[in-house]
Structures are given as C-alpha cells and as structure tokens.
C-alpha cells in the first residue's frame, strides 16, 4: 500500500524527487530509486489539494524485490491515477518482471489502446473502461483469480464480466514490485506517464465486500465519490 499523501512514507532525493515510497501495510514492501535521473517526482495539490507522485513516462520507476509476490497466483490491484500521456505500453503496478511468460500481474494501458487491461506478459485481458488518457484521475482496478479478470473505474464495472486471459497464469516466479513500470530488462517501452495518488496490492483475489470497502475507502478519501456508482454501499459516507 502505497499513499502518496502520507509525507512520512516518502524519502525525498531532492526537494521532490522521490528516492523511496514506503509501503503503509506494515509488510515492509518499500519501493525505491537509487538513480536520480528515474526518480519520480511529487506534484503538490495535485488530486483535490493532496499531493501525487509524477511518473515522467520516459524511464521513472521506483522498485523493489523480496517482497513476498514470488508463488502469488490471483492478485488484486487498485490505483488512484491519472494518465497523463500515453505511449508505447504503459504499466503503472506489476508483480514480477519482464519476459517471465505468462508469470507476471499488471495492470496496465494496451499498446495504442485507449482502455484499461490487466496482463501476465503475452498473456492480456482487455476491458471496455476507458483509461481517460490526458483526461481526470480515477480509480481504476482488477481482480485476476486464474483465468479470469474482473475490471472497475471507480466501482463501475466493465462489461462483460469477467474477462478471460487466453491461457491460464502460471504463479508469479520473480520476487518483486513495481510502480512506474515493469522490472526487467526490456522495460523501455513500458513507462508511465502517471500522476499516481495511491496503490493498494492484495495477492488474493478479493471477494465483493472488501473490494467494495477499499473502492469507498479510496473514492472518499482523494475526493472521487461523485463517481461511484448510485448502488455502491458505500455511496452515501466513507467505511
């Protein structure tokens, strides 16, 4: 879990640069950049006055590895973001590292596409959620249990539901996570431009009431409520 609003999790290089984002879970999972020039930066007031951390799309990534995702099989991610830009393929969270066939988790922008998807590494799932490209910040999320996704913008769920993954995932078989891009060596093409509030990484598939308790808990806390759907439980007031 990681809370771009929380100062105290955020060791700055420079006035803003980010050279670690501490993970609020209390497992210790931090992620971090020891070269300046891909160091990420903070964008003060950036989500209805708090501040986000500003992903340059060019080569920013902040990472780390024994992490506890080596053997994960299901995987649920949730990121308060905006894309900026858009191109080439972009990657804002990922478990595991580039070229592991189909034994990698991350929820990413297709190549060229326009919409929110979910990948294990030439292994792709595609939702008909726009990823507003250069439009708001917005929750977006997925839930992968084997060979299925679900997808959601803020509680609105994608259609049809679930997405099929066209082979079955194997367990993830490198220990580390990403924010910014994918670990790896072949990652240039998988920056984001990205101005990215918070990311919440369960290796569990969730069940409908914890991920619709984590939805209210974000859409409530980075002023994003108006955007639930009118059903939510957690519509009206804040878990």
């Known amino acids: ?3 771009a609003d929380d100062a105290a999790t955020l060791t700055l ?3 803003s640069a980010v050279s670690e984002w501490q993970d609020k879970s209390g497992n210790g999972r931090h992620v971090g950049q020891a070269v300046p020039a891909q160091q990420p930066v903070l964008s003060p007031g950036a989500l209805n006055g708090r501040q986000t951390v500003l ?3 060019a080569n920013d990534i902040l990472s780390a590895t024994g992490v506890g995702a080596l053997g994960v099989n299901d995987v649920s ?5 905006r894309y900026v830009s858009g191109s080439g393929e972009d990657l804002p969270v990922a478990i595991g590292q580039t070229g592991a066939g189909r034994a990698i988790r991350s ?5 060229g596409g326009t919409t929110h998807a979910f990948g294990t590494w030439a292994n792709d799932a595609i939702s008909n959620l726009s990823a507003d490209v250069g439009g708001a910040h917005h929750l977006f999320e997925a839930v992968q249990e084997g060979q299925s996704v679900w997808f959601w913008r803020t509680g609105v769920a994608g259609s049809p539901q679930p997405r099929s993954l066209p082979n079955m995932p194997i ?3 490198f220990d ?7 670990q790896g060596g072949a990652v240039s093409n998988y920056y984001t431009h990205a101005s990215v509030a918070e990311v919440v990484v369960s290796y569990t598939a969730l069940a409908a009431p914890e991920r619709q308790r984590i939805e209210g808990y974000l859409a409530w806390k980075w002023g994003l409520q108006a ?3 009118a059903d939510h439980p957690w519509k009206a007031a804040p878990p």
Do not use: C, E, K
């Open 55 to 57: 992903f340059d799309g």
């Open 13 to 15: 290089q420079s006035t």
């Open 227 to 229: 955007n639930l759907p």
């Open 176 to 182: 580390g996570i990403a924010v910014g891009s994918q």
């Open 107 to 111: 929820m990413y922008r297709a190549w």
């Open 171 to 173: 367990p993830v078989n």
């Open 77 to 81: 991610f949730f990121v308060v973001m």
């Open 1 to 3: 879990m990681f809370d």
